[in-house]
DNA sequence: GCATGCGATTAACCTCGATCATGACGATTC
DNA sequence: GAATCGTCATGATCGAGGTTAATCGCATGC
């Protein structure tokens, strides 16, 4: 079925077969998507959400003149952009990274469904905060890690989430994105990126090569993150 | 009424009386707390909610030993751990900046209110989205706004949050944060917010001291995060 | 065959902001 | 009144990472 990889088991939180075969009837029509094109922009007014089931999706803000920083990125069985649903605008825009397949669907199925079925509008609102969560994480990652750990931390936390819809073995895996989507993704520049990932490479950490991630020493990788950061206040200050 | 700011007109959505009445009848108690008390920790399991009616409260991701990062301010009429209903589990920490009055609302009395209120419940998912729209924002901040740009960009969000709340006129509010928890929001050290903020005041632009805010120029402190920040591509790089 | 374009790579240069250190000022507490 | 603490302030130093620019490999199209 083509949300059977939505809210699989996250934090104990799953779909009932009933459930599921409720939303598996709200989605109108499916359709594939080339890579890099986008599905909706900031300011739209939509009436109508997006479920992944193939490919990778983000979801970026643009200044003009191309200074963009990704917010988000989708997986398979995500609900990319559910949050339209109670917002109706987009503060941003939603785009393939790769070529992907799609469900649409429309808010009125939603509308029915938070009408009838309380339990699964909790659910669907649980999916909505668990990419506010990741938002979080990510804020962390970029106020308080430097490049290498930022980097590291990214490819750590893809992996988690790649293993969690069964697409990462935990030792690699394809997302498609170029050493550029990185740095929109981290915050840096794609020349700082490359060096990140020479270093990377040269300490037998991970490589990344044509959208692909190797990871060669898991556990080293991922103390990275916690070695490589600021410090905000003197260090004298302990809490 | 305690919950008198609460969705007070966000793009276009308010209660209507009766469901404001009933959000207020979901309150359990209210209490007053001190400056910086922790109301809930990362981890723990909530089986209720933080309405903050008066003063300042923040979330925040803590590492071991002090590295903080604040990943969203809470301002009186947010719904401050709203989330912590469908997620039950915090991945951070909630505390008060300020001398704070709180309402509790049980997630029991919410289990109520989506049993019965499918529209409230909607206005209620969709606080919980604005806050994931604000982490957004915030994403940009960090990984495209260089120091300067970051400090501007949150002084001018927070004077129109404050607008909102009525708790600003435009030219000076008062917020009762230090230069330290400045530099936690913005992944600064405190030491580089004390010459940003020294150089903002040197500008003509804005002063901040004792925690208050005071616009001198707004126009042109609105115009400082479009000025400074990264290029992530080349400037060939046209999209 | 050549042109075009994207992505990865690398070098040279220099700026922003972290780090370290020190001190002033006011509000406490003893 | 002295000691302590929190906050603000400022200088000196230096390194991470931005900026610019050039090159290379590879794919695609004509």
Redesign the interface.
């Known amino acids: 079925m083509l949300t059977d990889r939505f809210l699989r088991d996250r ?1 104990g939180v799953s779909l009932d077969a009933g459930e599921r075969a409720r939303l598996e009837a709200a989605i109108s029509t499916t359709s594939t998507v080339e890579a890099r094109k986008i599905i909706a922009r900031a300011g739209q007014w939509l009436d109508q959400s997006t479920l992944l089931v193939e490919g990778i999706m983000s ?1 970026y ?1 643009d ?1 003009r ?5 990704l ?1 988000a990125i989708h997986l398979p069985g995500d609900f990319v952009d559910l ?1 339209a649903y ?2 109706k ?1 987009l ?2 825009d939603v785009g393939t990274m790769t070529p992907a397949t799609i469900a649409i669907v429309p808010h009125v199925e939603l509308d029915a469904i ?2 009838e079925m ?1 339990e699964l ?3 669907l ?2 999916a ?6 990741i ?6 990652r ?3 890690l430097d490049a290498i750990g930022r980097v590291a931390h990214f490819f750590c936390e893809t992996n988690v989430r790649l293993q969690s819809a069964g697409l990462s073995d935990g030792r690699q895996f394809t997302l498609g994105l170029t050493q ?1 989507d990185v ?2 993704i ?5 020349v700082h990126v490359n060096r990140v990932v020479r270093h990377l490479r040269e300490e037998g950490l991970c490589t990344f090569r044509n959208g692909k991630v190797e990871i060669l020493d898991a556990a080293k990788l991922a103390t990275i993150p ?1 070695l490589r ?6 260090p004298a ?3």
Chains 1, 2 share one sequence.
């Not at 938002?135 to 962390?140: C, M, Q």
């Not at 950061?229 to 003197?234: E, K, N, V, Y």
């Open positions: 934090r979801r803000l200044d003149d191309g200074l963009r920083q917010v949050h109670p917002l605008h503060d941003h938070t009408e309380p509008t909790r659910k609102w649980f909505t905060l668990l990419d506010a969560a938002h979080r994480a990510w804020l962390f970029l106020g308080r550029a740095a929109e981290c915050g840096l520049t794609t916690h950061r600021f410090q905000t206040r003197g200050d302990d809490r």
